[in-house]
């Protein structure tokens, strides 16, 4: 039958969405936290991860620009105070950050529990990236997915992949799925 397997939210953690969540049956929420006190982010952060996972739901951080949890140093540094915690991996907020997917896989690969594959429009400063006009739909940037892929294959990641389309650009929303997917399609 149809069912919604996960979800995310831009919305604060101060307000989670754990009632919506819990009606819809997802198994696991992807969350941004942009509090800017990092001592104060991980705080919340890690009491959120722990009530949201007593109600048998997966919290799993997303790593966005400009916030506490870009690199691989500011997630190692929540990890280690949340065993529930797990991340949502985002390809182009990792290659803005710099931050090397294979590092991610090799130490928390075990943690991982979605990719959303993003792409870049090319390399700069991550201070210099502007979300609506760099991060671009996969296939239109520089990130190369074979890798990704090829990674994800190697490290045994066995959770979400989620096509993220988020540039259309003028185009319709159908037709910039219909291209990511035969783009994903040709790269496995």
């Known amino acids: 039958g149809l069912g919604l397997e996960n979800a995310g939210s831009y919305s604060t953690i101060k307000n989670p969405p754990l009632e919506w969540i819990k009606r819809s049956g997802s198994k696991l929420l992807w969350i941004v936290n942009r509090e800017r006190d990092c001592a104060k982010a991980d705080e919340m952060l890690i009491e959120f991860a722990r009530n949201i996972s007593r109600e048998g739901v997966i919290p799993a951080l997303h790593n966005h620009l400009r916030t506490c949890y870009e690199d691989l140093e500011d997630l190692s540094r929540v990890l280690a105070k949340s065993q529930d915690l797990r991340i949502c991996l985002d390809t182009a907020h990792a290659r803005a950050a710099r931050l090397d997917i294979e590092s991610l896989l ?13 792409d870049l429009k090319a390399d700069m400063s991550k201070s210099k990236v502007r979300f609506k006009r760099d ?8 990130i190369d997915f074979r890798e990704v892929i090829k990674l994800l294959k190697s490290y045994r990641f066995s959770g979400y992949v989620v096509l993220e389309i988020e540039a259309l650009r003028g185009e ?6 219909a291209k990511g997917i035969e783009r994903v399609k040709s790269i496995l």
């Open 172 to 177: 319709r929303p159908e037709s910039a799925v």
């Open 135 to 142: 991060f671009v739909n996969i296939g239109e940037g520089i």
């Open 106 to 118: 090799r130490i928390y690969g075990d943690r991982v529990a979605m990719v959303h594959l993003k």
